[in-house]
């Protein structure tokens, strides 16, 4: 009976590996992404996420030329029609306006958001949409850079605010900012301005980096209120990112020659993010909202984000540090539904599985369920985009990050995948219940054959 019991349980436990997204998975997340997105940081931050998915040749972290080509290939013009329709869109709004001069691209209490859509303008540009659809994109983009230098606040060594109504500087827009400034520099052949973008990161650094926690960044700070002095990890996570895409940036420019400290800080500094968050990882293969806070609740979104900028470290930096734990946290979030992950990491916090209920799947649903999206592909369990410590229900900006996520390791894996020797495999597992079933009647058999033999 013992021997019969074991091969049972045997049989209905499994290691069940974690899958890779499909193409019918990355459809219905980006739909989610397409529909969700509404808000000016969402515009910009799906624009890139399609860029690095569908259209790698025109990604500044890809391994091609910036400026890109002004021709665009046949086989990507669909791909870059989504990103032109951002960029389209929001040139239309801002012309309604009848506002001149310096001006964000679209109105917002946040000085710096606006920016993140800047890459798509200056795309459109230099590829002739101008010319299609009679808009001046060239214009709206000198406007936002204008905006940025004569109409918002700066510290005393010119840190530009985020925030419109206050002095106040956010980790957030290391992601926002800076990747614009360097694309604008190179569009308009302006060695100043590309340096521009990497001075802006290395003053948020001064601010935000916090010694006395591992180097993890504070989130918001300098400002007469609303100040955040936690370590919010989607914030972190935003910050790598900036100083990833400003790196691919002037590493595939014509200025790389003369950039090359740049360069070096930049790779250094996303590798301090790493060294700094990845400790806090837990064994579910999320961080929580707050990286050193177990207080606060499990967020996949900077789970995602943070994992993309460990395989463009290894892509453009050639540091491999971090691709075994960037390489389980994927595998946990693109988990099974029903699979209990388990995975090594340097945290000692035990964490258990983190599915969630999901309301009735309307309209497009996901095909074959996953542990971290809910039946309509929304990712889950992530942070409120809209109240950074509250958790909510649907983030456009985590739909964005996971197609980072999967961009970034379809791209390492085509690159030969560097680290991935070292990868300690995830062991996501699924012990049934009916094994528990099992395991009671075991207890019950034992304690029967105690009594009457």
């Known amino acids: ?15 069940v590996r974690a899958q890779n997204l499909t193409s019918a998975h990355i ?10 997105a509404v808000h ?14 569908n259209a790698p040749t025109y990604s500044v972290v890809s391994f091609n030329a910036v400026p890109p080509p002004r021709s665009i290939p046949s086989n ?22 009848n506002i001149t001069g310096p001006q964000p691209l679209i109105a917002d209490t946040s000085a710096g958001d606006p920016a993140s859509i800047g890459v798509a303008v200056l795309l459109a540009n230099w590829t002739g949409q101008g010319a299609v659809d009679g808009l001046d994109y060239a214009g709206a983009a000198r406007d936002q850079f204008d905006y940025l230098f004569q109409n918002v606040s700066k510290t005393s060594d010119g840190a530009i605010s ?7 500087l956010w980790s957030d827009s290391v992601y926002m900012v800076p990747p614009f400034l360097a694309y604008y520099g190179v569009m308009t052949q302006n060695q100043t301005i590309l340096s521009e973008a990497y001075t802006q990161i290395s003053l948020y650094r001064k601010y935000l980096r916090d010694a006395a926690a591992g180097n993890l960044w504070k989130h918001i700070q300098l400002g007469q209120t609303g100040n955040d002095d936690g370590h919010w990890s989607t914030g972190n996570a935003w910050a790598a990112a900036g100083m990833i ?3 691919g940036t002037i590493q595939r420019s014509p200025y790389a020659n003369s950039l090359k400290s740049q360069q070096n800080d930049l790779t250094n500094w996303a590798d301090e993010i790493h060294q700094a968050m990845y400790p806090h990882i837990n064994s579910n293969g999320l961080f929580y909202n707050y990286a050193d806070n177990n207080t606060t609740f499990y967020d996949a979104s900077s789970t995602a984000l943070l994992a993309s900028t460990v395989y463009r470290l290894s892509l453009l930096g050639n540091i491999h540090t971090y691709i075994p734990l960037a390489e389980q946290a994927r595998k946990a979030l693109l988990a099974s539904a029903g699979t209990i992950v388990s995975v090594t990491t340097t945290s000692t916090t035990p964490a258990p599985s983190t599915a969630s209920t999901a309301l009735p799947a309307t309209g497009t649903t996901m095909p074959g369920l996953l542990l971290h999206f809910t039946p309509e592909g929304w990712l889950t369990p992530v942070v409120n985009p809209y109240s950074y410590d509250e958790q909510g229900s649907n983030s456009p900006e985590g739909q964005a990050f996971i197609l980072e996520l999967q961009a970034a390791w379809r791209d390492w894996v085509t690159d030969g995948a560097q680290g991935a020797n070292s990868a300690r495999e995830a062991q996501p597992h699924v012990l049934m219940i009916g094994a ?13 054959r105690t009594i009457y033999c």
């Open 76 to 97: 990507i013009t669909s791909a870059l029609g989504e990103v032109f329709t951002i960029a389209h869109n929001i040139v239309v709004a801002r012309s309604l306006s």
């Open 27 to 36: 459809s219905t997340i980006s739909e989610r992404l397409a529909q969700g």
């Open 40 to 53: 000016s940081w969402e515009y910009g931050t799906r624009a890139e996420a399609l860029l690095e998915l």
């Open 245 to 247: 895409r400003v790196l």
């Open 1 to 15: 009976m013992l021997l019969f019991v074991t091969g049972l349980l045997l049989g209905m436990s499994s290691q």
């Open 162 to 168: 985020h925030r419109v109504d206050q002095l106040q």
């Open 436 to 448: 528990i079933v099992v395991l009671r009647f075991l207890a019950s058999y034992v304690s029967s």
